[in-house]
């Protein structure tokens, strides 16, 4: 079996695809509303919809029947409380979310790009750290997804310290029927906040459209597996992989989000979001051999989108206001 010509051929499969979509759906419309000057960004952002569509399939045909296989705990197969999280997988993952905000920040970021040229600022391009090693794309990818991540264990431990943050961020929290679809329940001011941290990040290190594209993409699929509601060990490789296991012992209430022997206290575990080897550095891991029910503890949320956005955001707004 030759694996280059399966690869090829996945690639030109996927770019006849993106093709027909554009010119067959995309470009008339855009062409409709005067809007043609956006052709190559909105082309661009057509691998955003497609991985999207590909993660959700996976997250479907994969994950859903991986949780009815090897389940953590006992739910109801299509629990109420999880239809908000489906809307939500599907607003972020299809590329709704991220256009939006490539649309609004791709100025923002092009402009800081001037400034920092104009100041003879020389970006920390992973490819020119080690010429020859660096610049081969799948060894600068590895160094991203690190990357990346070390910064996205920050912005999370951060999420949990300051109060009206843990407001925003509680909404995450406050599923108590994990499952493959609970990662996109997040506060849309906390998605924008992180998407901006990313980006920023992503362009000081230099990484490119269609890398950043493929490492969220990633990211975002292991991150469904790991809220996923299943029980497995990964033995020896629990130290380099967060696993649905350890990621639902940072959701487990009275754990993951209160400082250990302090109930309502800020604090938490497993803040790991595709390595656990932060956790293990800063001293946060807990690698937990028994299932946790999971939630926030005196914290009830509605099943309205809408209305869980509105709430979040009044409790972060009361926390910021002096008592």
């Not at 600022?121 to 992973?126: E, G, H, I, P, Q």
């Not at 849309?188 to 906040?193: A, K, P, Q, V």
């Not at 926030?296 to 099943?303: E, F, G």
Request: with cysteine.
């Amino acid at each position: 079996m030759d694996l280059n010509a399966i690869t090829s051929a996945i690639s030109a499969a996927y770019a006849s695809v993106q093709e027909f979509l554009f010119a067959n759906i995309v470009a008339p419309v855009l062409y409709q509303f005067d809007l043609i000057a956006w052709a190559e960004d909105v082309f661009d952002g057509l691998d955003w919809f497609l991985f999207g569509c590909i993660q959700i399939f996976l997250i479907i045909v994969v994950l859903r029947t991986w949780e009815r296989l090897a389940p953590a705990e006992k739910q109801e197969r299509f629990a109420k409380a999880s239809r908000a999280d489906v809307l939500y997988t599907l607003f972020h993952r299809l590329g709704i979310f991220h256009g939006l905000v490539f649309i609004a920040l791709s100025g923002f970021f092009f402009g800081v790009d001037s400034i920092l040229h104009d100041f003879r600022f020389d970006r920390l391009n992973v490819e020119s750290w080690w010429p020859g090693v660096t610049s081969i794309p799948a060894i600068s990818f590895l160094i991203y997804l690190v990357l990346l991540d070390f910064v996205d264990y920050l912005y999370h431990r951060a999420s949990h310290v300051f109060n009206w943050w843990w407001q925003l961020h509680a909404l995450h929290h406050s599923q108590t029927v994990m499952t493959a679809w609970s990662d996109n329940r997040n506060h849309i001011l906390d998605d924008i906040m992180r998407a901006v941290v990313m980006s920023f990040v992503a362009l000081m290190f230099g990484v490119s459209p269609g890398q950043f594209i493929l490492l969220i993409a990633l990211s975002e699929f292991l991150q469904s597996w790991q809220h996923a509601n299943i029980k497995t060990h990964l033995g020896p490789a629990k130290y380099l992989l967060v696993s649905p296991m350890f990621h639902r012992m940072h959701h487990a209430v009275g754990y993951g989000h209160e400082a250990k022997g302090k109930p309502g206290v800020l604090g938490g575990c497993n803040f790991g979001v595709l390595f656990p080897w932060w956790d293990m550095l800063f001293r946060t891991a807990i690698f937990p051999k028994e299932v946790y029910p999971t939630g926030v503890r005196n914290l009830t949320v509605s099943q309205n989108i809408l209305t869980q956005q509105w709430q979040g955001l009044v409790h972060a707004f009361k926390e910021i206001m002096p008592k």
